[in-house]
């Protein structure tokens, strides 16, 4: 009995007992069989919850009488079954890796509660990963094929319209652009329709992202402007300040816009990384209780060794 305590320290009511120089090594105190054994039938026991879950949740769907809740309701309803489907499986899976490791040791058996813990939410981003990432290849494809017909069929209409547009017609397009382009700095009045816009789309382009606009560009653009539409200096001179401050509120809303959303985003993902810790340790949690329910009570297992050595022996 004294030699089974020393390679057993758990058998001798928790005591740890040194062992004596050259005895036998202890066996090994994690069974991986167990552990990979209690990690598929919790996977497995949450994937059938949880399908049954989107069985339920499917029935609840009433389009043609408009009873269908709402997306919170969804949303609040799924995140609870999921959360209740993986502390049950975790439950289950620590039970039965206590169970099927042998040990009698409520240590030992925590432990396999926690390894099968481990496994599953490994087990669980693995298999989220290759179905997200096969989400983003099937729509990678789909948008790739979209594109690629969407500049066929604009291939094709181009050569079409090519085909139709005879050469003068092609001709007077390059010249007015040519025009457009070939103005600037010169007496507003003397240049072409197609000039002045050219050059006032480049001094606001050069506004918007250069900041304020200069003194010269602000008279430039004033002069611009009173040319192109036929009015005075001074309406042109109003215009122009009221795009200005046009711009100015524009740009402070889509500051306001984008602090907002960073915001939103900040908080959602601050939620959601806090919702992921609770529910593992709550996961955790039922796996180890799982686990103390499963392990073998010390009296039971010495029973059953005894009633093993009397049926060998006779």
Do not use: C
């Not at 506004?207 to 042109?236: C, H, N």
């Amino acid at each position: 009995m004294q030699s089974e305590s020393l390679r057993n320290p758990g058998m001798a009511g928790g005591a740890m007992a040194i062992a004596p120089e050259g005895a036998p090594s202890l066996p090994p105190r994690i069974s991986w069989g167990a552990v990979l054994a209690g990690a598929i039938a919790a996977l497995s026991v949450a994937l059938m919850l949880n399908a049954l879950g989107a069985g339920i949740g499917a029935t609840t769907v009433d389009a043609a009488a408009r009873a269908t809740p709402s997306a919170t309701s969804f949303g609040i309803g799924a995140a609870m079954w999921m959360l209740i489907s993986n502390l049950i499986a975790l439950l289950i899976g620590g039970y039965v890796a206590a169970r099927l490791s042998g040990t009698s040791d409520n240590t030992d058996g925590t432990l396999h509660g926690v390894a099968v813990w481990a496994t599953m939410f490994l087990l669980s981003a693995v298999l989220l990963g290759n179905l997200v990432s096969g989400i983003a290849s099937g729509a990678s494809s789909v948008v790739s094929g979209i594109t690629g017909g969407a500049g066929s069929a604009i291939s094709a209409v181009g050569q079409q319209v090519t085909g139709r547009t005879d050469a003068g017609a092609i001709q007077g397009l390059v010249d007015r652009a040519q025009d457009a382009l070939r103005g600037g700095a010169g007496d507003p009045s003397s240049m072409t329709s197609d000039q002045r816009k050219a050059e006032m789309g480049t001094v606001v382009a050069r506004r918007v992202t250069g900041g304020p606009m200069s003194a010269p560009d602000r008279d430039r653009l004033s002069a611009l402007v009173s040319a192109e539409y036929g009015i005075s200096q001074q309406d042109a001179q109003a215009r122009v300040a009221q795009l200005e401050q046009q711009a100015v509120e524009t740009a402070r809303t889509a500051e306001r816009t984008a602090r907002t959303a960073a915001d939103a985003a900040a908080k959602g993902a601050a939620m959601a990384a806090f919702a992921v810790f609770g529910a593992m340790l709550l996961g955790l949690g039922a796996a180890i209780l799982g686990a103390r329910r499963g392990t073998r009570d010390v009296l039971t297992l010495r029973d059953e060794r005894l009633a093993v050595r009397v049926s060998t022996s006779t």
